[in-house]
């Protein structure tokens, strides 16, 4: 028996794959997007209509409604009711917030439309460009919501005139997004437009909204709207013009159900053979085809235990199935199949293709998973994230016999959040918990001590990456039994080949035809490209350069182990490397087995791959923040100030209604005292955000006194290592 009564009304239309709709709400942080999501919930029945507006139901989270924010994404499945038609609507509330936008990326790959919410006043934001961008890129097609039209009338006290001459400037600020991020073929078609109401305007806090649609069929105006706020009658408009019709009816209408949507989705995000039966189950959306899913999201529920949200790309899938998670080779048997409503699950038996189910009993998958009834099918693009974790903090359990405890919590975090990187330090015995920002760890850390684990944390540290300055000639370096050399130089690696190995388009893993194309555009050679050892996800390369010398190919694997090593901990600080490319370039082995194996050339290899790049020179890497900063304009120089002051630098200006925009850059290590700074600078006028820019080299000038800090907090020495530490002389 459902627990909600839309659920049996779903049911019953479930497998009408034009009567199906899977959107996300995106949006900057706080322009309304759960606001909005409590509307639509209540005028499915989902929760009861007066609390809409102010529920916020999606953040059911205790942390989500302590901080006011979103934090995790939000699933639920609407059934809505349009002129006799009706609909079955999945749903996906996303944060704003940057520090969690690996989550609104990967809820992307489930869904086919996006609704993106914009403050009327604040107009696009760094991450509205972002989340659109990044819904473009997975072919989701976006339309648009301008919420907080009542502060435009409220606070800005516009006319008609002016309030109307304010939205099209987002609408047409919106569309040049679509015009730099779409491709080709969507640039035109998915532009929005007044006109065939795919923007809809409203206030999600007074739950109402209007479109063209909604204006013609009710005959309603913008001096309707001024009116209802001039004479108090708001709740009139409400039932005149509820924001549910409005923003569903856009979704109905201008975004694709999932047969459609797979049609031009699929060859974007799985590269396998679209003529075989599997191709076309997948483009057709085919509900008899094999079953085929992609997990997007894992959500730990503390009764049942992992659950393994995603999108059904083709067949049916039931209650007892045994799935193949393809990725981890491994077989796993569904106990059951559920809609997620919001933190609630409803179990429902069975479902279509096109759908988003959430499956029980998957302990075993993780994030990205292709899931199948067919073992060796080619499985899903990766997920592309547009940030790396860059701050950490070191965590320790108050009473060391809770370390255990300890360990198992952080593992359960790692499943729900892949963005979060958890290390231990062998040598120095500490745990490091990396992430995207000092939220995310925040939101983490809590999570440690909601556990029950006491712990004592670290102040945030910055992460740095280590890079490859000049090149080299090969250097040599022996075994620890002196029997074997090995011969190595080093040189920077290409960038783009270097992003396309982080990002993962580029890996062992990858169809070797596939890699083969991508390198060739590169300008690599057919012959290099067949010599590559070892492709490394951190942005790193080694070839085999010998000729006619015996063993390389039995030997690849300890080769290889002392490569990863090093790029794992570069020289300067024991620091990730990015961006080298190393040559193995003549190879010394001894002539029995016994004395080459990987106790004897892993060493070598490692200290090899360690003097190469000491002799080449290497540089240390910080993250920069990209800023933005809202104020009154008269503190504009306040701001620039303070940027300057923290080795930042001011790179852009705009004003925006009362307010002005400062955009800027700032090495994400001068941010821990930025608010400080910031409040004594504008009396607490400016609100910022900041996301990862890009890796900057550390400055000449605090280069000595970064790798002794860095080096003296691991424990080690605060000198690098010098080169001939591990060259050999013949
Ligand atoms: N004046 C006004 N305030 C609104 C409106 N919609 C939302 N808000 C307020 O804006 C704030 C943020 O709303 P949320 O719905 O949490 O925003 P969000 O986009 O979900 O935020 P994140 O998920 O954290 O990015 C809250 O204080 C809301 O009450 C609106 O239409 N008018
Ligand atoms: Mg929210």
């Not at 053979?273 to 094999?290: Q, T, V």
């Not at 990766?382 to 593992?411: F, M, R, T």
């Not at 939101?443 to 490859?468: F, M, W």
């Not at 800027?664 to 700074?677: H, M, N, R, V």
Request: net charge negative.
């Amino acid at each position: 028996m459902p627990k909600y009564k839309s659920t049996e009304q779903v049911l019953k239309i479930i497998k009408q794959k034009d009567q199906i709709r899977n959107f996300g709400v995106i949006a900057h942080v706080d322009h309304g997007k759960t606001t909005m999501s409590d509307s639509l919930l209540a005028y499915s029945g989902i929760i009861a209509p007066s609390t809409a507006g102010k529920a916020l139901a999606m953040d059911y989270d205790k942390e989500e409604q302590e901080r006011g924010i979103t934090i995790y994404q939000a699933n639920v499945t609407l059934h809505f009711t349009q002129k006799d038609k009706e609909y079955v609507i999945n749903m996906i509330d996303t944060p704003g917030h940057v520090d969690f936008s690996g989550r609104v990326i990967r809820s992307l790959r489930a869904i086919d439309g996006a609704v993106v919410v914009c403050d009327a006043v604040e107009g696009i934001m760094t991450q509205t460009e972002t989340v659109t961008r990044m819904a473009l890129e997975e072919r989701v097609k976006p339309v648009l919501f301008i919420n907080k039209v009542d502060r435009l009338i409220k606070e800005l006290r516009l006319t008609p005139e002016k309030m109307q001459e304010s939205l099209a400037n987002v609408v047409s600020n919106f569309n040049q997004l679509i015009d730099t991020y779409a491709e080709d073929e969507y640039r035109q078609a998915w532009k929005v437009s007044i006109q065939d109401a795919s923007v809809t305007f409203g206030s999600a806090k007074d739950r109402w909204a209007i479109n063209v649609d909604a204006m013609k069929e009710k005959g309603i105006t913008f001096k309707d709207v001024m009116e209802a706020y001039t004479t108090g009658s708001v709740d009139e408009l409400v039932t005149r013009a509820p924001l549910a019709e409005a923003v569903l009816g856009m979704v109905v209408k201008h975004h694709p159900p999932p047969d459609i949507a797979q049609k031009y989705r699929i060859p974007k995000i799985w590269h396998g053979d679209l003529d075989s039966d599997i191709g076309k189950s997948l483009l057709e959306c085919r509900d008899d085809g094999p079953t085929i899913m992609m997990v997007v999201n894992m959500v730990l529920d503390r009764a049942a235990g992992p659950v393994a949200i995603g999108r059904l790309f083709s067949g049916t899938i039931q209650d007892g199935q045994t799935v193949n998670i393809i990725d981890a080779r491994k077989p796993g048997r569904i106990q059951s199949v559920n809609f997620f409503m919001g933190n609630q699950r409803e179990q429902v038996g069975e479902l279509g293709a096109g759908n988003i189910p959430a499956l029980l009993g998957m302990t075993e998958a993780r994030a990205g998973n292709t899931l199948s009834t067919i073992k060796d099918i080619h499985v899903f693009e990766g997920i592309k994230y547009v940030s790396e974790p860059v701050v950490q903090v070191a965590v320790e359990p108050k009473h060391p016999k809770d370390l255990p405890k300890l360990v198992d919590v952080l593992k359960q975090l790692t499943i729900e959040d892949p963005n979060l990187v958890v290390k231990i330090d062998e040598e120095s015995g500490e745990t490091i918990v990396a992430g995207m920002g000092v939220l995310h760890l925040d939101v983490a850390t809590h999570r440690i001590q909601d556990a029950k684990v006491d712990i004592v944390t670290s102040e945030p540290l910055i992460n740095y990456r280590e890079a490859v300055k000049g090149e080299c000639e090969a250097v040599m370096s022996k075994s620890p039994n002196r029997h074997n050399k090995i011969f190595m130089r080093v040189e920077p690696l290409e960038p783009a080949i270097a992003d396309m190995l982080r990002t993962g388009e580029i890996s062992d893993l990858k169809d070797k035809a596939e890699v083969a194309a991508l390198l060739k555009a590169q300008g690599w050679d057919t012959d290099t490209i067949k010599r590559v050892m070892k492709f490394d996800s951190r942005g790193n390369v080694l070839i085999n350069g010998t000729k006619g010398v015996q063993f390389v190919q039995e030997s690849t694997d300890s080769i290889n182990s002392g490569f990863e090593e090093v790029m794992r901990e570069g020289p300067l600080c024991r620091e990730q490397m990015r961006d080298c490319k190393f040559i193995f370039t003549h190879f010394v082995p001894h002539e029995d087995t016994a004395h080459r194996g990987l106790s004897q050339l892993g060493p070598a290899s490692r200290r090899a791959c360690m003097g190469a790049l000491i002799t080449a020179g290497t540089k240390l890497l910080e993250p920069m923040l990209a800023i933005e900063v809202r104020v009154p304009t008269d503190l504009v120089g306040n701001v620039a100030t303070v940027l300057s002051g923290k080795r930042g630098r001011v790179l852009d200006m705009q004003q925006k209604g009362p307010a002005s925009i400062v955009i800027g850059e700032i090495p994400a290590s001068e941010t821990f005292t930025l608010s400080e700074e910031m409040r004594g600078q504008t009396a607490g006028k400016a609100m910022w955000n900041t996301h990862f820019k890009a890796w900057s080299e550390v400055p000449k000038s605090l280069l000595a006194e970064s790798i002794s800090t860095i080096r003296k907090r691991k424990g080690i020495s605060p000198e690098p290592p010098a080169a001939s530490e591990f060259i050999d002389k013949e």
